[in-house]
């Protein structure tokens, strides 16, 4: 497993929230459960007061994407460095229980937690998930979604560096936005062109005596 794949557990937090719409999806015990995939282990240990720390740390990692979205790097790296910092980890090589073809071992790194809470261990993983991805890719691959109000946090992974939408339901929805507002926009313009025509045609109009 790459280790920019833990990156994920970073978005999924993160887009519990929708800021703008005042949605939060996040508000017991059994929705932070919600989160964990691979640490079932970890999941098991979550308490009414992960609900609250998982918040706090919600917020610090969406300040990492509005950081890089805005085009400031070195403020998306201090942000992410202080949640590492705050939540290590210890990456180990696994692969016992993914086996190949022949039935050997696919050795892949591992990132073991050791926190002392569920939110720690959360933390961690999604933290060091991001860094590998920033430090392989670029803090320009972390992005929010453009198409308001939807601000969901995004890793693009275009060959391009061209996304800017969260999902394809959202770059739709920005796409028909635009054309309806070009739309008005010719509208008002020939309306207006109109106007100028028949202002200037009557200014020339002789008038009866």
Same mark, same amino acid.
């Given at each position: ?70 085009? #400031?790097?070195?403020?998306?790296? #201090? ?20 086996? #190949? #073809? ?108």
């Amino acid at each position: 497993m790459e280790l920019a794949y833990y990156s994920d557990y970073a978005v999924r937090l993160v887009n519990t929230e929708e800021p703008a719409r005042n949605k939060d999806s996040l508000t017991s015990v059994e929705a932070v459960r919600d989160l964990f995939i691979e640490m079932s282990q970890m999941s098991r240990r979550v308490t009414d007061g992960d609900v609250t720390r998982f918040r706090a740390v919600r917020a610090r990692l969406r300040a990492v994407f509005t950081a890089a979205d805005e085009g #400031d790097p070195a403020r998306a790296v #201090d942000l992410l460095n202080s949640l590492l910092l705050e939540f290590p980890v210890s990456p180990q090589i696994s692969g016992h229980d993914l086996l #190949d #073809d022949e039935g050997h071992p696919r050795w892949h790194m591992h990132l073991a937690e050791h926190p002392s809470n569920a939110t720690a261990g959360y933390a961690a993983v999604a933290a060091m998930g991001l860094a590998f991805h920033l430090t392989e890719f670029g803090a320009d691959r972390l992005g929010l979604c453009q198409a308001a109000p939807c601000r969901n946090a995004y890793l693009d992974t275009s060959t391009n560096r061209s996304r800017r939408y969260c999902s394809d339901r959202c770059a739709t929805r920005a796409n028909v936005a635009a054309y309806r507002a070009r739309k008005r926009l010719e509208t008002e313009r020939s309306a207006s062109t109109g106007r100028t025509a028949e202002s200037s045609q009557a200014s020339t109009t002789p008038t009866d005596r």
